[in-house]
Each structure stands twice: as C-alpha cells, then as structure tokens.
C-alpha cells in the first residue's frame, strides 16, 4: 500500500513538474557516461597506452639533450606539437582567411570558431580549411611564403629549436597543417631539409577547400630521409605525447622523444637574433596575432577604427600645420621630432657660395605617409618625389607628389628643376620596409645638391600595417589610420654635403649613399643591407615591382 501511493505520488509530480524531471534524468545520463569513461582507463588512456606500450623506443624529451650524436641522425619531428608552443591553430588559419581572402571570410571564421570547438579537433580542422581555402587560386596563393613566416617564426620554442639544430637531416611533419602554409616557413627559414603537409584538393587551379586523405605509405623513403639513414635506422622522432602517431615516418623512427604539455610551457620564444635567417621582408594588413580574443576585438574595432581614420585624414587636409598637429595627437596619432644641433637654415647659411636650390631631404622609407608626417613636423611645404604611388593617393595629398621614371637621366633632370624650385623630399630606398633593417639607397641623390639633410624615420602600429606589395595600395594610408594609436618618430640629421659642385675625385655618390644610410641606420639603431626593392617585390609578389600601373 506504502508503494502503491509513492507510486501515484512520483507520477504526479512528473505531471506537475515534466522539465525538472527531463533535466534530472539527461543529468544522470551524462553522470553515467563520463562514470564509465573513468571506470575503463583504457578508453580514456588509449593513446598513452599506445605511446608506452614499447617501452625501449618511447622516450622522455628531456633526456633528448644529453645526447651527443645528434649531427649524424635524421631528425623526424612534428610541427604543431613539437615546434611551435602554440597548440591552437585557429591564428594561422585566421591569417590565411583575412589575408587571401577577405575580411567577410575571415568574419564568417570567427563566427564559426564556437562550433569548431564543439565537434572536435578532426572535423573542426576539415570546417577551417573549407572557409579559408575555398575559392582560392593556387597559383596566386602567397600567404604561405609571405605573411605566416613571420607569425610562425614569433611561436617557435627556443629550446625545439635548439634541438633541432643539433640534428643532421630535418624532416617535417604535420597531421593538421596544409603544405602550402608551412613549406616556406620551415625551408627558407628554418633550413628543413623536407616538409610533409597535408594535402589540399584542387580544380581547375582552384583550392576545393578539402584536404586529401593521409597518404598510408611512403614510397621514397630515401629521398625523404636520406639513403644512409634508412639503411643504418638512425632516425629518431619527436612529437608530442597523447597525440597522434600514425605517420607513416614514425614508424621507421628507431627512438621518439615525447613533448608534455608541461615541457612546452616552460619554453621562451625564440629570440629575433637567433632566427637561422633574418626576417626583413613580410607582408599582410594584420599586425597583430589573429588569437580569438585578438580577433573579436578587431572586428570590435574595425566600424570605429574607419570612421576615426576618414576623420584623421580629413583633419591632415584640411586644417592648417599649427592645428593639425594637436588635432591628431587628440586622435591618438603620436608624432614625435627631434633635430640636429645645426639646423637645416644654418647648414644652407654656411655654405660660402650660397645657392639658390631648396634643401635636399632624403629618408628613409617606412610607410607612404612619410613625406606628410616630414611636412606637418617641419610646418612647411615641399616636394616629395616617389617611385611608386597610386592615382588615389596622388590626387588626395596635400603636397605636391611627382613619379620617378626609373631612368638616371630623366629623373636627375627632373629633380634638379624641382629642387630650383623649393625643398625636396626623397626616400632612395625604393620602397618601404617594415623590420629594422635599411634597404641599399640609390645614390642619385647624391649628385642633386650640396646640402642634403638626412631624415631618419620609424613607424609603430598595433593592429593593421600601412604598407603592402600584393595588396591595394590606395588603402595604404587607411589602414596605417585605422590603428589605435600609431607613431611616427622624426629624427632629422646633421647635414651631409653632396657632389652636385664638390670636385673631390676621391669621394664617389656611392660613399654619399652608403654614409647616409649608415647615419640613418645608427640613429634608429636598424641594420643597413644591400637588398633592394626588386629584391622583396620577388620575395613577397613574385614580381619585379615595376608594373605598368598602380592600383
């Protein structure tokens, strides 16, 4: 009778109460799910079970650094899960979506980035490269050699690194990341012998945005890992522990050190003057690290970051020199000068034969804003002569703007009337560069007047980078715009005497040239080379630089 009316109680108040029961048994049912995942190690533990099953080939990676043999081996290590410290691979794809595709893609990525976590690492990598890849052109596809090696380079351990150093043959693996993002990176940088990506399925020269399946067996073994190493087994592996050890190079690997999660977080980052080769050229409008957090507040920021960028550069055209300065600053812009102990006017006043030519600035060349940021700090107008400006940006300059032709005698002629007309402003490197290093100055300049001032200029964003090769130039100062809070820092030199009268036959416009751009470079403390601009439009365009028109 107790049972019969506890019965018809409990029916009841399922009646009464139908959701609160509904969650009450889905919680039991999840209780007892995870329940019997804990009760059965092997199912929660299999990887580890796997991993140290054969206890004489799976080893601790620190013990990794007390070998002495390593020069002789063929090192066999994976990519996300030995090299970078990152695990995340959303910030890579991010750079692929926003840089070779656009920023609706990258928006419809970032939308997606709640449910790649949810379904899994398999299928949450298959949902990335789909949006990143789908519609892109094979051939025009230069986001791998050109943006991610600087990001790439920026996540590498040091302690991997220096492990990997030590090794003879290095051969690169991935189970996640497509070739064609990573082969750059790890040849031209990091000097690997050979990278294995996935693969990415294509159609007419278009990526599919399907990646192919893993290939179960390799068939140039010696090719990949060397002749000698496959005979004698001196292969060793590194990757991380609980990941996936399917490769079929792993399986030919005579030791595998195993990474911990543990080990990875205690690395540092490797240091910019321990790259194998130095980073100068890179291109790309994202200047910081696409991370989601870093990504939703740029897309936070990008509705406002236009408009305060349409109302700082209608402030620079329209308002006089001694408002537009204060103007911007109020806006977050930051311009800071600094000049020589001899001034510009007593360098001119000095000289005993005193001419009737304008001053001859000649800078060094961060982004297209020079000239501009040159004026508002001097609060004087002048002459910029440029090798390569768009049509937009040409009609939309407050100063006077004149294209060189790239022809010696057609250019000195050119100058030499513009500066009987006023002061000039010249960047001979050609082009502009991000890093801290100077490219070769041409050494025109050097024989267009006798007082040359030496400009040295430096640049500083957040978030977008004012500069590009393969993208649309007219945005240039747009982007530069958009960020937070950019900076300009003037350092304007004492002045050098040039060869437009001098009769020293000892001093050629080449020792002129290579002068200036060593004062510049010790005042920004940037290391001078002899790269020039065709040098980086090959490395990051594939192209010369000199196209017939500017878009």
């Keep these: 009778m107790h049972n019969t009316s506890s019965d018809i109680g409990t029916v009841n108040a399922e009646k009464m109460f139908p959701r609160a029961f509904f969650f009450e048994n889905l919680f039991f049912f999840f209780f007892r799910v995870i329940s019997r995942q804990f009760s059965n190690p092997k199912g929660l533990q299999r990887s580890f079970s796997n991993v140290h099953g054969v206890h004489g080939k799976y080893q601790k990676y620190a013990s990794l650094s007390f070998r002495s043999d390593l020069s002789t081996k063929t090192l066999v290590f994976n990519v996300e899960g030995t090299l970078l410290k990152s695990y995340s691979l959303f910030p890579y794809f991010m750079l692929v979506a926003f840089e070779a595709g656009s920023l609706l893609r990258a928006l419809v990525l970032f939308l997606s980035y709640p449910f790649i976590c949810l379904v899994g690492q398999d299928m949450g990598l298959k949902i990335m490269v789909m949006v990143c890849f789908f519609g892109i052109k094979r051939e025009s596809f230069r986001v791998g050699s050109a943006v991610l090696p600087k990001f790439f380079l920026e996540d590498v351990g040091l302690e991997a690194f220096e492990e990997l150093k030590r090794g003879g043959r290095k051969v690169a693996v991935s189970d996640h990341f497509p070739q064609v993002m990573i082969e750059s990176f790890l040849r031209d940088y990091l000097d690997v012998n050979c990278v294995l990506g996935r693969e990415l399925k294509t159609s007419c020269g278009y990526f599919l945005g399907l990646l192919e399946e893993k290939k179960k067996e390799m068939l ?38 195993l990474v911990k999660r543990v080990d990875k977080r205690s690395w540092q980052h490797l240091p910019r003057d321990r790259y194998p080769k130095p980073l100068i050229f890179h291109d790309g409008r994202l200047a910081l690290r696409p991370t989601p957090l870093a990504t939703l507040a740029l897309f936070m920021w990008v509705p406002f970051g236009f408009v305060l960028a349409l109302i700082r550069a209608a402030m620079a055209l329209t308002l006089p020199y001694s408002m537009s300065i204060p103007t911007l600053t109020f806006t977050g812009v930051k311009v800071a000068i600094s000049r020589p102990k001899l001034s510009p006017s007593a360098l001119r006043s000095s000289k005993q034969n005193e001419s009737k030519k304008g001053l001859l600035y000649v800078c060094n060349h961060r982004t297209l804003l020079d000239p501009l940021y040159l ?120 002045g050098v005497s040039g060869l437009s009268t001098c009769q020293d036959s000892d001093k050629s416009r080449f020792d002129v040239a290579n002068y200036v751009q060593s004062e510049i470079g010790k005042a920004l403390s940037f290391e001078c080379t002899k790269l020039t601009r065709r040098d980086k439009y090959l490395i990051l365009a594939g192209n010369e630089g000199i196209t017939c028109s500017q878009r």
Excluded: W
């Excluded at 700090?377 to 300059?397: C, D, M, P």
């Excluded at 490197?429 to 050494?443: A, D, H, K, Q, V």
């Design 220 to 257: 140039n073994l010696e090719e990949i890992l060397g002749e000698d190493s496959v005979i004698s087994h001196d292969i060793i592996g590194i990757s991380r522990l609980n990941s996936s050890l399917d490769h079929p190079l792993f399986s030919h690997c005579k030791e595998i050190y």
């Design 375 to 494: 004026s508002f700090a001097l609060k004087k107008n002048f002459t910029a002569v440029t090798y390569s400006l768009s049509r937009l940006s040409e009609i939309l300059s407050p100063i006077r703007t004149v294209r060189l032709t790239r022809d010696r005698e057609q250019d000195a002629k050119m100058m030499e009337r513009l500066l009987n007309q006023g002061d000039l402003v010249v960047c001979p490197e050609g082009t502009t560069c991000r890093e801290p290093y100077l490219l070769r100055f041409s050494p025109l300049f050097a024989e267009m007047s006798d007082d040359i001032v030496p400009v040295a200029l430096d640049a500083h964003v957040s978030m977008f980078y004012g500069t590009t090769a393969g993208g649309l130039k007219c945005l240039d100062p747009l982007f530069f715009l958009m960020n937070p809070r950019p900076s300009y820092t003037i350092q304007l030199l004492d």
